[in-house]
């Protein structure tokens, strides 16, 4: 398949890039690097053994996507160019839903004006807000608390839309859970911008010196050990879901949306663990109040994803540190 991929230069887009490229298809990536480096294409081409094409720009340019569209005879989109920043989301909605949103929104103005039929969209856990019940199902209420998520449950609406006035079309929105790890050959992973807002690239930091010691968000939830609970799930099994949900999706028309995770929660202090373990490294932490908008436990109900994409994750919690780890001793080797 001809595939637009999104985004594609970002931390997951990178990885569905190469797992894109190793199943046989073309990758013709749209990224403004707005949150990453032009560098990752080379990384992908040398990790793939071919180049997938680039074009720096915004998904909102209909014009720039309705080229790349003709150009490489598209036929499928997966969509994962965005804003990802919860706390930033809080500060400046707008820029969230001008950017998510409106992104979208041009992306489909541009999907329909040249017939592009399929599209995969990277949801995220987040719209569920604190689970009712556990393991979380693609039924579960949906409850946004922030911007960022609700920009999420919007493109998931409009999608709802769009397919529904356009029979012909089919739409995957993929509910990921916590992406971690990376590539194993150390070439591409997680390396956000400025001080790390998630657990596992601020435990990388801290193994390899650059932050002082990790702060635990509390450790008075009620979990087995107190410390958060969530489901984490390797990044190159996420990518293979991106391949599964292409192939669903040419047999399947309509809107779906499935969970991405492994069905299994760690805490943070299990994190800590299995990462000093697989790194020889000390992670020093200390517990501090809860971070607020938090939830104590999310995981998910992954049968829908087995039963309809026939995905499931495989690699475990030793790999997602080990190759996470692997990641930042290449990064500092230069
Ligand atoms: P990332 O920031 O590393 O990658 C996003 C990429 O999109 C970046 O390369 C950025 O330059 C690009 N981009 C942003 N806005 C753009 C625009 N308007 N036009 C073109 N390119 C644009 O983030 P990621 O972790 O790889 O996340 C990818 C997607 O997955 C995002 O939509 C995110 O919301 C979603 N997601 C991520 C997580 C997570 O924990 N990482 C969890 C759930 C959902
Ligand atoms: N945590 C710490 N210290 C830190 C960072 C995190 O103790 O410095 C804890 C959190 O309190 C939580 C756990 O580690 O218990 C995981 O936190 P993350 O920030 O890594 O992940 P979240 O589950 O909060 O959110 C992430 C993404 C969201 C996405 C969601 C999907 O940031 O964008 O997963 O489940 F929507």
């Known amino acids: 398949m001809n595939v637009l991929l999104t985004g594609g230069c970002g931390y997951i887009g990178s990885h569905v890039a190469v797992v894109l490229m190793a199943a046989g298809h073309h990758v013709a990536i749209v990224d403004n690097l707005s949150n990453s480096h032009q560098g990752v294409v080379d990384r992908i081409s040398e990790i793939a053994g071919r180049s997938p094409a680039f074009h720096r720009g915004d ?7 309705r080229d790349v569209i003709r150009e490489h005879s598209v036929d499928s989109v997966i969509h994962l160019a965005g804003f990802k920043s919860v706390g930033e989301s809080v500060q400046w909605p707008l820029k969230y839903y001008q950017n998510n949103v409106c992104g979208a929104l041009g992306l489909l103005e541009a999907m329909e004006a040249e017939s592009v039929a399929h599209l995969v969209f990277s949801s995220s856990a987040t719209i569920y807000g604190d689970p009712r019940y556990l393991p979380v199902d693609e039924s579960h ?31 995957v929105c993929l509910r990921y859970f916590n992406p971690v790890g990376a590539h194993s050959s150390g070439l591409i992973g997680d390396r956000p911008r400025g001080i790390p807002n998630n657990l596992m690239p601020y435990v990388v930091q801290v193994a390899s010196g650059e932050l002082e010691r990790l702060k635990v968000f509390g450790d008075d939830y009620p979990t087995p050990d107190g410390t958060g609970v969530r489901d984490y799930i390797h990044v190159m099994d996420l990518a293979e879901g991106h391949v599964a949900a292409l192939d669903y999706l040419s047999s399947n028309s309509g809107w779906h949306a499935f969970n991405l995770g492994t069905g299994r929660g760690y805490s943070v202090l299990e994190m800590i663990r299995a990462f000093e373990a697989q790194s020889g490294r000390s992670i020093p932490f200390e517990i501090t109040g809860r971070r607020q908008g938090d939830v104590a436990c999310s995981y998910a109900d992954i049968r829908s994803a087995a039963q309809g994409l026939n995905w499931r994750a495989t690699r475990s919690l030793e790999d997602m540190c080990a190759s996470a780890w692997g990641f930042q001793s290449r990064l500092a080797g230069g």
Do not use: F, T, W
Not at 59 to 65: H, T
Not at 143 to 166: F, T
């Open 141 to 171: 209420p949906q409850h946004v608390i922030n911007a960022y998520g609700r920009s999420k449950l919007h493109i998931e609406d409009m999608l709802r839309d769009v397919c529904v006035s356009r029979p012909s079309l089919g739409a």
């Open 59 to 65: 998904v909102a340019d209909v014009k720039l996507v």
